[in-house]
C-alpha cells in the first residue's frame, strides 16, 4: 500500500494580498459568506447584535445585520444627525445599495408583469376567436335562435348517419357469411 498523503491537508496560508483577480473574488465571495454565518451564529446563539458592512474588490457593498444593519447602527448612531454630510457615509452607501437592489427587483417584476400581460392578451385572442369560429362549444343558453336550430339540425344528422352504422354492423353481425354491403347515409341530405 502506498503510505503518502494524497493531501496537503489544511496549511497555513500566508496573509498577502492575492495577484490573480479569479482566486481573489472566489475567496472573497466564499470568506465573505463564511463571515456573515459566523456573525448569524454568534447572534443565535448569544443573542447579540450585530453589524457587518463589506466593500468587495469590485467596489460593491454587502451588509449583514441582526436584526437588521440599520437597527444596529441606530444604537450607535445620534438621534440628532451631523452637520458634516460626509460623517455618515458608510450609512448613505448601505442605503444606497438597498435602494439599487429595490431598483432592481421592481424592474424585474414589472418585466415580468409586462410579460404576463401580453401573454393574457393573446390567450384573450384565443379564446375570442375559438368561440367564434366553434361556437356551438359554448353554454347552449348563449346561441342565437339561428345557432340553435343549426346545431339542432347537426345532430339531427349526426343522429341518423350512426343510427345507420349501427344498423349494418347488426345486419354484419347476423350474417357475416352473406357478405351484406350496406351503404352510409349521407349526413349533408
Known amino acids: 500500500m502506498d503510505s503518502m498523503k494524497k493531501t496537503m491537508g489544511r496549511i497555513k496560508l500566508e496573509m498577502t494580498k492575492m495577484e490573480k483577480e479569479s482566486n481573489l473574488l472566489v475567496t472573497f465571495s466564499k470568506r465573505r459568506a463564511g463571515l456573515f454565518k459566523k456573525a448569524s451564529e454568534l447572534c443565535t446563539l448569544c443573542g447579540a447584535k450585530a453589524a457587518i458592512l463589506i466593500f468587495s474588490p469590485g467596489k460593491k457593498v454587502f451588509s449583514f445585520g441582526h436584526d ?65 369560429e366553434f361556437w356551438w362549444e359554448g353554454p347552449s343558453e348563449e346561441l342565437a335562435v339561428g345557432q340553435l336550430l343549426e346545431l339542432k339540425h347537426g345532430l339531427e344528422a349526426v343522429n341518423a348517419t350512426l343510427s345507420a352504422y349501427i344498423s349494418s354492423l347488426s345486419l354484419e353481425a347476423a350474417n357475416p357469411s352473406e357478405g351484406v354491403s350496406v351503404n352510409t347515409v349521407d349526413a349533408n341530405n
Open 68 to 132: 437588521s444593519v440599520d437597527v444596529v447602527l441606530e444604537c450607535f448612531l445620534p438621534e440628532d444627525p451631523p452637520l458634516d454630510p460626509n460623517s455618515n457615509q458608510l450609512v448613505r452607501v448601505h442605503q444606497g445599495g438597498d435602494v439599487n437592489e429595490l431598483t432592481k427587483q421592481i424592474s424585474s417584476l414589472k418585466c415580468q408583469l409586462e410579460k404576463a400581460m401580453v401573454r393574457s392578451r393573446i390567450l384573450d385572442g384565443i379564446r375570442e376567436r375559438r368561440q367564434r
